[in-house]
T-cell receptor, first 113, second 118 residues
């Protein structure tokens, strides 16, 4: 049973436009959410996170939105740059999960010059 | 800057061999993790450790074991490698932080080991 779902395997946008990556979850006990970026042949790197007491968190060009009632979160990248081309993983954890993260399958973002 | 290193970037082994994957972190993190990444399946947790000599099974522990004798080092062991264990293996570590009642520890990943079992 997949608890964290990224339904779009890939997304292509033009440089300078907004990229929106989506993530849905089924476990209502999740209370902390993270986005990771992964380039080929490298390990994932942490991008941004949000706790369930917030509905928005911003860091430079990256903003994460959380809609708890819909069990949905999204990552907005504005403006998109070619260097943002990577696989993006959504991850979630519960308060009592003993440090475990549950990851989605990832979305490959391609930003075209 | 957090540094997580893995002993090999690429490894080729034969079916039935015993395989050791080593991971070292230099930030005194309490928690360490082993994942495998496969196309279309994302990252799946194999084992994790929250303290020296402590370990817990993740989602796919079958065919693997782990060892954590020192805080900075976490080893993944394939007792008898099989072809379905061909994968990218990722090690991660995280501190044990709590902010506002939430665990906010971020996991920091190593570069990965691409293991091929022939």
């Amino acid at each position: 049973d997949q608890q964290v779902k990224q339904n779009s395997p890939s997304l292509s946008v033009q440089e300078g436009r907004i990229s929106i990556l989506n993530c849905d979850y089924t476990n209502s006990m999740f209370d902390y959410f993270l986005w990771y970026k992964k380039y080929p042949a490298e390990g994932p790197t942490f991008l941004i996170s949000i706790s369930s007491i917030k509905d928005k968190n911003e860091d430079g060009r990256f903003t994460v939105f959380l809609n708890k009632s819909a069990k949905h979160l999204s990552l907005h990248i504005v403006p998109s740059q070619p260097g943002d081309s990577a696989v993006y993983f959504c991850a979630a954890r519960t308060y009592s999960s003993n440090y475990k993260l549950t990851f989605g399958k990832g979305t490959l973002l391609t930003v075209n010059p | 800057d957090v540094k997580v290193t893995q002993s090999s970037r690429y490894l080729v082994k034969r079916t039935g061999e015993k395989v050791f994957l080593e991971c070292v972190q230099d930030m005194d993190h309490e928690n360490m993790f082993w994942y495998r990444q496969d196309p279309g399946l994302g990252l799946r947790l194999i084992y994790f450790s929250y303290d020296v000599k402590m370990k817990e099974k993740g989602d796919i522990p079958e065919g693997y074991s782990v060892s954590r004798e020192k805080k900075e080092r976490f080893s993944l062991i394939l007792e008898s490698a099989s072809t379905n264990q061909t994968s990218m293996y990722l090690c991660a570590s995280s501190p044990n932080l709590r902010t506002s009642g939430f665990f906010t520890d971020t996991q920091y990943f190593g570069p990965g080991t691409r293991l091929t079992v022939l």
